[in-house]
């Protein structure tokens, strides 16, 4: 009886999608799957200027690189103007 499993670059981008949504400073998440390549790529949307939200970005795609040898993963950051951090994000009164 054989087993099947999920090619390491899937069960990469379903743990990577769970988790960098979880991540403070997410504003959005899109995924878009080339099954003629096997690579996943990611567009995740943080606030303007929330540095920490992209370095936790990147330091979960490496952990994701570590964890599943082989994995074919395309991360990409990008600033949401329309959420920005600091004081000059709250709403006026």
């Known amino acids: 009886m054989t087993l099947h499993t999920k090619a390491p670059t899937e069960e990469a981008s379903q ?5 960098v949504q979880q991540l403070p400073g997410i504003v959005r998440v899109e995924r878009f799957d080339d099954d003629l390549t096997d ?7 943080i606030r303007k200027g929330d ?10 795609e490496a952990d994701m690189y ?19 951090v600091g004081p000059d994000a709250r709403p006026a009164d």
Request: aromatic share 12%.
């Open 39 to 45: 690579r996943r790529s990611f567009r995740v949307s």
């Open 15 to 19: 743990l990577f999608e769970e988790q």
């Open 51 to 60: 540095r920490e939200a992209r370095y936790a970005v990147y330091r979960l």
């Open 66 to 84: 570590l964890r599943y040898q082989g994995v074919n993963l395309d991360v990409r950051v990008v600033e949401d103007a329309a959420a920005q």
